[in-house]
């Protein structure tokens, strides 16, 4: 076995050293980077995350890695019980791996040099989708590594059939993601541990192709990924400007796929495999995700819009990273918005979900009759279409426009809360009819909240939520507009 894996890693070895001469990102720093300890991948199972391939109530995928020694792995699952030894019934099985080298990208007919991965070793990721579970169970894992190397076990709850779902929201973390995204989530978590869900609208990091920025990503939330199943989103930012290949501007990060293992729409664009996908979480929340980086959205439109049409679920929430209506000043999405808007008014989408200008905005397209305008709003509940948020995770910071959405307003959209200079995180309660939204603060203050209600025939209201603990947040003269820095 271990000759076999000698073999591979020195096939692995050749392989870099025949990928020269190779074309060096003009962005690129020529230093060599420090590499961190903790970045650097051995034969133990580390960046061990959750995620959803197949069915929520039946299934979860987790992804981990390892040195490029460790060519095969296998992960062990069994239902968590009370007892010491509950994983004396568990059963093994194989993972899929794959071989990824940080330092050379191979794409399109070139082979481009990643110099900020400098001094990177190939490394294998593993993934495994464990399937037939039971509904609303806890199941627990471990992951493996090299000969006897394994994570320790995991606990994690499939989806319920019914009953109440509870999910954070983060928007762009990118910078300072270990620095000072890390108090963040780690709030969130201590905010709504019972969460069976993270979406991440995007902008993760700051460089998709940079391998410490994910390292940061990983170690910021640490063994809360292990748990609490992941729903990314690719943002700009998960794009590299490859400036060298003309006829392909911006390419997806290379360790999206093999870090995330999530589900594909078949008959999108093989470009937006596990970037577009769907996530049904049980028979009352289907979730759509977009990558609204790519240049195929119209291809998304149309099968987002077929896919609400099959839509049964209760509840419809679509997660993006460009906003409908930008909130950052000087900042605009007008053919994402001509595009994708009617879409979602089509379809009533309950709740968007997005990223990308760095600042807190939240509004409403309110649901009117044209027979009875006055009829929107009646004993404090407003008939809505649907809800817009926009928010920011991390330390770095936009402007919000001074307009205040003033040049939306042919939309009829109505700007209900926005903040700058503030890192928040949002949970989202959805229990049959009811949906309850929260936005907090870092240090678990409210900023934002409101109630949505959905009867029998779909019609919708929301009521404003508890009243927020915190004032508007906006800039001082001197606060550090957009000033934050990669690691080095
Ligand atoms: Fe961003
Ligand atoms: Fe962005």
């Keep these: 076995?271990?000759?076999?894996?000698?073999?591979?890693?020195?096939?692995?070895?050749?392989?870099?050293?025949?990928?020269?001469?190779?074309?060096?990102?003009?962005?690129?720093?020529?230093?060599?980077?420090?590499?961190?300890?903790?970045?650097?991948?051995?034969?133990?199972?580390?960046?061990?995350?959750?995620?959803?391939?197949?069915?929520?109530?039946?299934?979860?995928?987790?992804?981990w890695r390892t040195d490029a020694r460790v060519t095969q792995a296998v992960a062990e699952?069994?239902?968590?019980?009370?007892?010491?030894?509950?994983?004396?019934?568990?059963?093994r099985k194989a993972a899929d791996s794959e071989p990824l080298d940080l330092e050379t990208i191979k794409t399109a007919g070139q082979e481009l040099k990643m110099t900020w991965n400098a001094g990177l070793a190939p490394v294998t990721y593993h993934s495994i989708n464990f399937d037939g579970l039971e509904p609303d169970t806890l199941y627990a894992y471990r992951v493996g590594g090299g000969d006897g190397k394994w994570s320790e076990w995991f606990q994690v709850r499939t989806a319920p059939k019914s009953g109440p779902i509870k999910f954070l929201y983060v928007g762009d973390a990118q910078n300072g993601v270990l620095s000072h995204w890390s108090?963040?989530?780690?709030?969130?978590y201590q905010k709504m541990p019972d969460a069976r869900f993270i979406i991440h609208a995007g902008d993760l990091v700051n460089r998709g192709s940079r391998d410490i920025e994910w390292a940061e990503w990983f170690k910021a939330v640490g063994f809360i990924h292990g748990m609490i199943p992941a729903i990314p989103v690719s943002g700009n930012h998960e794009y590299d400007s490859f400036g060298i290949i003309p006829a392909q501007r911006r390419l997806l990060s290379a360790l999206w796929r093999p870090q995330f293992r999530l589900s594909?729409?078949?008959?999108?664009?093989?470009?937006?495999?596990e970037t577009v996908y769907k996530v049904a979480y049980g028979p009352d929340l289907d979730i759509f995700v977009l990558d609204t980086t790519s240049e195929d959205l119209a291809a998304q439109a149309s099968w987002l819009d077929q896919a609400l049409s099959q839509s049964k679920a209760k509840w419809r929430i679509v997660t993006m990273h460009h906003p409908i209506f930008s909130s950052g000043e000087g900042r605009d999405n007008l053919s994402r918005r001509n595009l994708l808007l009617p879409i979602f008014a089509k379809?009533?989408?309950?709740?968007?979900?997005?990223?990308?200008?760095?600042?807190?905005?939240?509004?409403?397209?309110?649901e009117t009759d044209p027979q009875r305008p006055e009829r929107s709003v009646v004993g404090g509940a407003e008939d809505v279409?649907?809800?817009?948020?926009?928010?920011?995770?991390?330390?770095?910071?936009?402007?919000?426009?001074?307009?205040?959405?003033?040049?939306?307003?042919?939309?009829?959209?109505?700007?209900?809360?926005?903040?700058?200079?503030?890192?928040?995180?949002?949970?989202?309660?959805?229990?049959?009819?009811?949906l309850q939204y929260r936005a907090y603060a870092a240090t678990g203050e409210l900023y934002d909240s409101f109630d949505m209600s959905k009867d029998a025939a779909g019609k919708k209201q929301v009521t404003k939520g508890p009243v927020a603990t915190m004032e508007q947040r906006t800039y001082g003269p001197n606060f550090p507009y957009r000033d934050f820095k990669d690691p080095q």
Excluded: C
């Excluded at 961190?36 to 069915?55: K, L, N």
């Excluded at 594909?264 to 495999?273: M, N």
């Excluded at 709740?351 to 409403?364: E, P």
């Excluded at 205040?404 to 959209?413: F, H, K, L, N, T």
């Design 1 to 63: 076995m271990m000759g076999q894996r000698s073999l591979v890693a020195a096939s692995l070895l050749a392989l870099v050293s025949l990928a020269t001469p190779a074309l060096a990102h003009p962005n690129h720093a020529a230093a060599t980077p420090t590499l961190a300890p903790w970045q650097q991948a051995s034969a133990w199972p580390d960046r061990i995350i959750t995620t959803f391939e197949t069915d929520p109530t039946t299934s979860f995928a987790v992804t």
């Design 77 to 91: 699952i069994v239902r968590a019980t009370p007892d010491a030894r509950f994983d004396l019934g568990a059963t």
């Design 183 to 188: 108090r963040l989530i780690r709030a969130g």
């Design 264 to 273: 594909s729409v078949e008959s999108l664009p093989a470009t937006l495999r």
């Design 347 to 366: 379809h009533k989408v309950d709740l968007i979900l997005q990223g990308h200008d760095h600042t807190y905005a939240r509004g409403t397209i309110a």
């Design 385 to 434: 279409a649907m809800m817009f948020v926009n928010s920011v995770s991390g330390p770095k910071q936009y402007k919000f426009k001074s307009s205040r959405w003033d040049e939306y307003a042919p939309s009829g959209v109505r700007l209900d809360r926005f903040g700058e200079g503030t890192q928040f995180f949002q949970t989202i309660e959805i229990n049959g009819g009811a």
